[in-house]
């Protein structure tokens, strides 16, 4: 299992070491008032269900949960974007569960003269092991605006401008 330093240096086949945690109701209410999610099921039990819910792009927290896991100095010498992604639920989560999250590059490609990331994620039931989420990530790497556009070199990122 190979870690960079930074996001800007993984590269395909890095396996992300897992992080367990379990989600909290803070989290949940935090997340949804910062994206703006109303739907109930989110802010408190409702009839037919065990409890709260976690929502499926709450997986955003675990792929920030595996980078400050795998790479501690953060996205690098410039900004990363979270470009775009793709969530799978694959069973119901409530709040109060412990969890467990992994990771793995799967590709890291050059588009426009820009360097992108794609990370697969999987996020599982610590104690039965049952999936419950499958999460595709994209993230723009070494993005700087007003540089020229970052081009990729024998497998490292390179960019003209400052951080973001």
Do not use: W
Request: glycine fraction near 10%.
């Amino acid at each position: 299992m190979t870690v960079g330093r930074y996001v800007s240096d993984l590269e395909v086949g890095d396996e992300l070491r897992p992080v367990t945690y379990v989600m909290t109701p803070f989290v949940v209410r935090e997340y949804c008032h910062g994206v703006g999610e109303s739907a109930e099921e989110f802010h408190r039990a409702l009839p037919g269900f065990d409890g709260q819910l976690v929502p499926p792009p709450l997986a955003h927290i675990d792929k920030i949960r595996l980078i400050k896991e795998n790479c501690p100095g953060g996205p690098g010498p410039h900004a990363r974007i979270h470009y775009e992604f793709r969530t799978k639920q694959h069973k119901l989560t409530p709040v109060g569960a412990s969890l467990t999250c992994s990771g793995v590059v799967a590709r890291r490609y050059e588009k426009k003269g820009r360097v992108y990331l794609d990370m697969e994620i999987e996020v599982r039931e610590t104690e039965t092991g049952d999936l419950v989420i499958t999460y595709q990530d994209t993230a723009l790497l070494n993005y700087s605006p007003g540089s020229e556009p970052v081009r990729a070199a024998d497998g490292q990122a390179h960019g003209a401008g400052g951080a973001a």
